[in-house]
C-alpha cells in the first residue's frame, strides 16, 4: 500500500507579484518537502469581496478556492502585516472559507503561520490576529512565533534561506508544525 503525502495548503497573504511573503513561502516549502508533505499554494488574489448575496451562486473563483483549502490536510499561512493586522486579501479569503457555517472549511484543520516583513518584529502584530480569527474559526492553530525581519540577502538567488541561524529555526518550525499534522491526522493513504 503507497502512503500518499499530507496536503498542505500554503496561502500568501499578499496579492503583490512581486510579494517577498510569496519568496518566503517558497524557500520554506523547500525547507519542508518530503515524500511525507505536499506543499501547494492556494492563490486568493481572484476572489471577489465576501458578499452573502453571492452564497446562492457562488463564483468559479470561490468554488476552487474552498475546495482546494477542503482537500488540503493542513495549512501554511505566510502572510505579511497591514497597519498592524492582517491584509484585507487574507481577510477576504478567510471570511469565504468559513461561509456558511456548517461548511466551515478552517474548522478542525492544524495551521501554522509565520511571514516577514522589514520591520524589526517582522509580522508579529499580524499573525498574532490571524491566530485570534483563525481560533474562533476552529483551526488548530500551533503553538510557537515565527516572526522573520526580511532583508534582501534572507534569500539567496537559488530561493534558499541564507543564514544558517534562520535556516535551522525555520526547519525547526516546520519540523514541528508537520509533526503536529502527523499527530492530529491519521496516516495519509
Known amino acids: 500500500m503507497?502512503?500518499?503525502?499530507?496536503?498542505?495548503?500554503?496561502?500568501?497573504?499578499?496579492?503583490?507579484?512581486?510579494?517577498?511573503n510569496r519568496r518566503f513561502a517558497q524557500a520554506l516549502i523547500r525547507l519542508g518537502e518530503s515524500e511525507k508533505f505536499e506543499f501547494e499554494f492556494v492563490r486568493i488574489d481572484d476572489l471577489p469581496m465576501y458578499n452573502a448575496d453571492l452564497e446562492t451562486a457562488r463564483p468559479a473563483a470561490v468554488a476552487r478556492f474552498?475546495?482546494?483549502?477542503?482537500?488540503?490536510d493542513a495549512a501554511l499561512?505566510?502572510?505579511?502585516?497591514?497597519?498592524r493586522s492582517i491584509p484585507a486579501v487574507l481577510k477576504n479569503a478567510?471570511?469565504?472559507?468559513?461561509k456558511p457555517i456548517e461548511r466551515n472549511v478552517w474548522k478542525g484543520k492544524p495551521v501554522a503561520i509565520t511571514g516577514t516583513s522589514p520591520g524589526a518584529i517582522g509580522t508579529a502584530v499580524g499573525q498574532?490576529?490571524?491566530?485570534?480569527?483563525?481560533?474562533?474559526?476552529?483551526?488548530?492553530?500551533?503553538?510557537?512565533?515565527?516572526?522573520?525581519?526580511?532583508?534582501?540577502?534572507?534569500?539567496?538567488?537559488?530561493?534558499?534561506?541564507?543564514?544558517?541561524?534562520?535556516?535551522?529555526?525555520?526547519?525547526?518550525?516546520?519540523?514541528?508544525?508537520?509533526?503536529?499534522?502527523?499527530?492530529?491526522?491519521?496516516?495519509?493513504?
Request: hydrophobic share 40%.
Open 128 to 189: 498574532q490576529h490571524l491566530r485570534q480569527i483563525l481560533g474562533i474559526l476552529g483551526s488548530l492553530v500551533m503553538g510557537g512565533e515565527a516572526y522573520i525581519s526580511f532583508r534582501p540577502d534572507l534569500i539567496g538567488s537559488d530561493s534558499n534561506i541564507s543564514n544558517e541561524g534562520t535556516r535551522e529555526f525555520l526547519r525547526q518550525y516546520l519540523a514541528e508544525f508537520l509533526s503536529l499534522v502527523s499527530t492530529l491526522l491519521p496516516a495519509a493513504e
Open 66 to 72: 474552498v475546495n482546494e483549502v477542503d482537500a488540503a
Open 94 to 98: 478567510l471570511d469565504w472559507g468559513s
Open 77 to 83: 499561512f505566510v502572510t505579511p502585516e497591514h497597519n
Open 2 to 20: 503507497k502512503i500518499r503525502g499530507y496536503k498542505i495548503a500554503t496561502i500568501v497573504g499578499s496579492n503583490r507579484r512581486e510579494s517577498i
